[in-house]
């Protein structure tokens, strides 16, 4: 066996990974807050990639590009969450869900009548072309970044849920949010906040992503299907397992592709997610346990 | 001599000297009549970027026939109808084209799926249709009246293959999509490679979607071939080719014609970071460097046409080619331009030479096609393989 090839397939697997995680987290976040699965959650990420690049395509620096590709993603969920859910808020769940799922269609539309069909490059932060060898993988420089930016904003999240007095109203609106409500928490502007994060934390996958993987109107469905499996794979509550569920994604998907048949690919990861879920006993049996501390 | 008999002799002058004068005016009128061309093309919308030089093409081929007295001293007209890159548009000018008596053909300058919508419409209308458009499906089953011009996805497997083979290359990958087109070519090449003493080392696949190539992009640098296939399109293609630089892939690699936009060259940053890489293309695209009658078709086009020549230009040209055949071939009625389509043998454009048969109605094939490669910033005619 070969074994940098291996090398190469896991660490290119948690390139990928880092940004189905970061959508996961999302889809955990807004879901255990609000009740619903917010399906445009992978839209962020194209909306993040698609500001970014074509700010640095308009000689922006880099950062501003980021950090306004992460302030759009940011608006972009807390405008979701004011004019598309709250007026429908007292709807059955799986209205509101469905509502997200139109969200997701306008928002894909908007994306292809504002930056067209072709796929827009962006370079690597920091002029940093070039890659460099790992364990006998080749990865490009820009993976760093994506690895390191997505390491600090988990460790932000977690940090903010569990040491911060907000992260815990978070955590509070999770598990009651009746009782939550009568503990003096603004539960409508929690739900502000989270689906806020949301669209910051995708947008921000896009923007790391975008030097390798381009801006494109189209792609928010992958990566919105595949972070809600890495959110499913984790049991939808706890952020950390969702986390390990998107990178598990990542990774399963190259090597589907690498040691099965590419063609394939799709076909191993979604046969693989069905015999999970089989063995769990069904997605309605998770429980009523509360979003964990991480 | 009666009052009658006078009237009726009068009478009888009158009626001859009518008809007389009746034979006169349409001996006259004949040379005045006109052949009327409808075309339809693009010319606002997304497809506007090639529909219009199809359309210059077009107006530089009627110049030329008419400068030449048209057919029969026939004068040639064109009517232009913008299909605004909508396939419903599409059908709906061809309907009123179509329902115009005196149009005796028609030529889309359109996209495949404008000219899809109106193939189903072609019989119906009993109207000889000489198309635009790189889907096979266009040509592929034939419909009596509808003739596709450009050679078809086998056919660009075929110059590959055939290109390759001169350069010795023993062993080849390739890397296309998981839908219907790229599977239809990774199907081809799988079931012509053996014929050209080509080893396909690995052939991989890709959902349209995807953003990471590498484990495809590995396997194929594990089988070591002598020249890669990329049939990506689109953000696929751009990827492709920036992951193969990055794992340090260095076999030659060939992309799809249809990859290389100014999108592509702009998202890979540049000319200069694609240089070397090769593409089988329509020979149009190398103008007057190629030799023989195709590169003499090409300096007519630059000589009669207002626009700088570029690729689309030449397809419009070809259109003009093979319908002035038919018609000069023909009763330049509707029936019989088709009929006389159905027997084109031979004709040369700029793009290949032209058959047509009841059952291939593909016009142009790997004959028209060239390997050519990227050179300082110009795709030019591929003599070898990069790097040897």
Same mark, same amino acid.
């Given at each position: 066996?070969?074994?940098?090839?291996?090398?190469?397939?896991?660490?290119?697997?948690?390139?990928?990974?880092?940004?189905?995680?970061?959508?996961?987290?999302?889809?955990?976040?807004?879901?255990?807050?609000?009740?619903?699965?917010?399906?445009?959650?992978?839209?962020?990420?194209?909306?993040?990639?698609?500001?970014?690049?074509?700010?640095?395509?308009?000689? &922006?620096?880099? %950062?501003?590009? *980021?950090? +306004?590709?992460?302030? @759009?993603?940011? !608006? $972009? #969920?807390? =405008?979701?969450?004011?004019?598309?859910?709250?007026?429908?808020?007292?709807?059955?769940?799986?209205?509101?869900?469905?509502?997200?799922?139109?969200?997701?269609?306008?928002?894909?539309?908007?994306?292809?009548?504002?930056?067209?069909?072709?796929?827009?490059?962006?370079?690597?932060?920091?002029?940093?072309?070039?890659?460099?060898?790992?364990?006998?993988?080749?990865?490009?420089?820009?993976?760093?970044?994506?690895?390191?930016?997505?390491?600090?904003?988990?460790?932000?999240?977690?940090?903010?849920?569990?040491?911060?007095?907000?992260?815990?109203?978070?955590?509070?609106?999770?598990?009651?949010?009746?009782?939550?409500?009568?503990?003096?928490?603004?539960? &409508?502007?929690? %739900?502000?906040? *989270?689906? +806020?994060?949301?669209? @910051?934390?995708? !947008? $921000? #996958?896009? =923007?790391?992503?975008?030097?390798?993987?381009?801006?494109?109107?189209?792609?928010?469905?992958?990566?919105?299907?595949?972070?809600?499996?890495?959110?499913?794979?984790?049991?939808?509550?706890?952020?950390?397992?969702?986390?390990?569920?998107?990178?598990?994604?990542?990774?399963?998907?190259?090597?589907?592709?690498?040691?099965?048949?590419?063609?394939?690919?799709?076909?191993?990861?979604?046969?693989?997610?069905?015999?999970?879920?089989?063995?769990?006993?069904?997605?309605?049996?998770?429980?009523?346990?509360?979003?964990?501390?991480? | 001599?009666?009052?009658?008999?006078?009237?009726?002799?009068?009478?009888?002058?009158?009626?001859?000297?009518?008809?007389?004068?009746?034979?006169?005016?349409?001996?006259?009128?004949?040379?005045?009549?006109?052949?009327?061309?409808?075309?339809?093309?693009?010319?606002?919308?997304?497809?506007?970027?090639?529909?219009?030089?199809?359309?210059?093409?077009?107006?530089?081929?009627?110049?030329?026939?008419?400068?030449?007295?048209?057919?029969?001293?026939?004068?040639?007209?064109?009517?232009?109808?913008?299909?605004?890159?909508?396939?419903?548009?599409?059908?709906?000018?061809?309907?009123?084209?179509?329902?115009?008596?005196?149009?005796?053909?028609?030529?889309?300058?359109?996209?495949?799926?404008?000219?899809?919508?109106?193939?189903?419409?072609?019989?119906?209308?009993?109207?000889?249709?000489?198309?635009?458009?790189?889907?096979?499906?266009?040509?592929?089953?034939?419909?009596?009246?509808?003739?596709?011009?450009?050679?078809?996805?086998?056919?660009?497997?075929?110059?590959?293959?055939?290109?390759?083979?001169?350069?010795?290359?023993?062993?080849?990958?390739?890397?296309?999509?998981?839908?219907?087109?790229?599977?239809?070519?990774?199907?081809?090449?799988?079931?012509?490679?053996?014929?050209?003493?080509?080893?396909?080392?690995?052939?991989?696949?890709?959902?349209?979607?995807?953003?990471?190539?590498?484990?495809?992009?590995?396997?194929?640098?594990?089988?070591?071939?002598?020249?890669?296939?990329?049939?990506?399109?689109?953000?696929?293609?751009?990827?492709?080719?920036?992951?193969?630089?990055?794992?340090?892939?260095?076999?030659?690699?060939?992309?799809?014609?249809?990859?290389?936009?100014?999108?592509?060259?702009?998202?890979?940053?540049?000319?200069?970071?694609?240089?070397?890489?090769?593409?089988?293309?329509?020979?149009?695209?190398?103008?007057?460097?190629?030799?023989?009658?195709?590169?003499?078709?090409?300096?007519?086009?630059?000589?009669?046409?207002?626009?700088?020549?570029?690729?689309?230009?030449?397809?419009?040209?070809?259109?003009?080619?093979?319908?002035?055949?038919?018609?000069?071939?023909?009763?330049?009625?509707?029936?019989?331009?088709?009929?006389?389509?159905?027997?084109?043998?031979?004709?040369?454009?700029?793009?290949?030479?032209?058959?047509?048969?009841?059952?291939?109605?593909?016009?142009?094939?790997?004959?028209?096609?060239?390997?050519?490669?990227?050179?300082?910033?110009?795709?030019?005619?591929?003599?070898?393989?990069?790097?040897?």
């Amino acid at each position: 066996m070969d074994w940098s090839i291996l090398s190469q397939f896991l660490l290119s697997g948690v390139t990928t990974g880092c940004i189905y995680a970061l959508v996961a987290i999302g889809f955990v976040l807004c879901a255990n807050v609000s009740g619903v699965v917010n399906f445009a959650q992978g839209e962020f990420v194209v909306y993040g990639s698609l500001i970014a690049a074509s700010l640095v395509a308009a000689d &922006a620096p880099t %950062t501003l590009a *980021v950090g +306004a590709a992460v302030a @759009a993603g940011a !608006a $972009l #969920g807390a =405008a979701q969450e004011r004019l598309s859910l709250h007026p429908a808020r007292n709807a059955p769940h799986f209205i509101l869900i469905t509502i997200t799922l139109g969200v997701s269609v306008l928002l894909r539309g908007l994306a292809l009548i504002v930056w067209g069909m072709d796929p827009i490059g962006m370079p690597p932060f920091g002029g940093a072309a070039g890659s460099f060898e790992l364990l006998g993988a080749v990865l490009p420089w820009q993976t760093l970044w994506v690895w390191g930016l997505t390491a600090v904003l988990l460790a932000g999240v977690f940090g903010f849920l569990g040491y911060t007095r907000a992260g815990r109203a978070v955590r509070a609106c999770s598990v009651n949010p009746y009782a939550a409500r009568l503990m003096g928490i603004d539960v &409508a502007k929690m %739900t502000i906040f *989270v689906f +806020a994060t949301g669209g @910051a934390l995708g !947008a $921000l #996958g896009g =923007a790391v992503i975008a030097p390798l993987a381009l801006g494109l109107w189209s792609a928010g469905l992958d990566y919105g299907l595949k972070g809600f499996i890495g959110a499913l794979l984790g049991g939808f509550r706890n952020p950390a397992y969702a986390v390990l569920g998107g990178l598990a994604i990542g990774i399963l998907e190259l090597l589907a592709a690498g040691y099965v048949s590419s063609g394939a690919k799709d076909a191993v990861v979604y046969a693989l997610l069905l015999a999970y879920l089989l063995l769990r006993g069904g997605v309605l049996s998770f429980g009523r346990a509360a979003l964990a501390r991480a | 001599m009666s009052i009658n008999a006078v009237r009726a002799a009068l009478r009888g002058a009158l009626s001859l000297g009518l008809g007389i004068a009746l034979a006169l005016a349409m001996a006259t009128a004949a040379p005045a009549q006109t052949i009327k061309i409808g075309a339809i093309c693009s010319l606002t919308g997304p497809a506007a970027a090639f529909g219009k030089p199809y359309c210059d093409g077009f107006e530089a081929y009627l110049k030329y026939w008419n400068s030449r007295g048209g057919t029969a001293g026939n004068k040639v007209e064109m009517l232009v109808l913008d299909d605004e890159t909508n396939p419903v548009t599409a059908v709906n000018t061809f309907r009123r084209l179509a329902d115009n008596k005196d149009v005796s053909a028609i030529w889309l300058g359109i996209s495949s799926n404008s000219v899809l919508a109106i193939k189903p419409l072609a019989s119906e209308a009993k109207i000889p249709i000489v198309a635009s458009g790189a889907a096979d499906a266009i040509g592929v089953p034939p419909d009596p009246f509808l003739f596709k011009v450009v050679p078809g996805a086998v056919d660009f497997m075929i110059a590959l293959l055939e290109w390759a083979q001169k350069q010795g290359v023993q062993t080849m990958a390739t890397i296309n999509a998981t839908d219907a087109y790229g599977q239809n070519e990774a199907a081809r090449m799988k079931e012509l490679a053996p014929k050209y003493g080509i080893k396909l080392v690995a052939q991989e696949s890709f959902a349209v979607s995807d953003t990471n190539f590498t484990a495809q992009l590995v396997r194929i640098r594990g089988g070591k071939p002598d020249l890669v296939y990329s049939g990506a399109t689109g953000g696929p293609a751009v990827l492709v080719f920036q992951q193969y630089k990055q794992l340090g892939l260095t076999a030659p690699i060939a992309l799809s014609q249809a990859a290389l936009n100014p999108a592509f060259f702009k998202a890979v940053g540049g000319l200069q970071a694609a240089e070397g890489i090769l593409s089988p293309s329509n020979q149009g695209a190398l103008g007057a460097t190629v030799a023989g009658e195709a590169g003499k078709q090409f300096q007519l086009l630059v000589k009669w046409s207002t626009q700088p020549p570029m690729l689309f230009n030449t397809f419009g040209w070809d259109h003009g080619i093979v319908t002035e055949w038919a018609i000069t071939n023909s009763d330049a009625s509707r029936a019989g331009i088709r009929a006389a389509l159905d027997r084109v043998k031979d004709i040369p454009g700029i793009n290949g030479p032209f058959n047509y048969r009841p059952d291939h109605h593909v016009g142009q094939d790997a004959r028209g096609l060239r390997m050519t490669v990227l050179v300082g910033g110009k795709f030019v005619l591929a003599e070898k393989l990069p790097g040897k």
